[in-house]
């Protein structure tokens, strides 16, 4: 599976998500909910976006080893 972007199409898709996460933010601290409640939640919306970036770096990583592991291999 080869998804292939330009440059501004990856710009925008992280602007974009960086828009959302940020929109989520403000719409946190601004409810009427606790302090903990607000951290905790700031905290999650914040961390599933690392955490998917690790996961997609990691199989990024992962690809490019099995392909070259796959190519150096005699057949």
């Given at each position: ?29 601004r ?26 770096l990691?199989l ?16």
């Open positions: 599976m080869n998804v292939i972007l330009s440059e501004t199409q990856y710009n925008l898709l992280i602007f974009l998500y960086i828009l959302i996460v940020l929109s989520f933010t403000i719409y946190i601290v409810s009427e909910k606790t302090n903990v409640f607000k951290l905790l939640s700031i905290l999650i919306v914040w961390l599933i976006p690392v955490f998917g970036m690790l996961i997609f990691a990024l990583i992962f690809d490019k080893y099995y392909r070259r592991t796959q190519n150096n291999k005699i057949v």
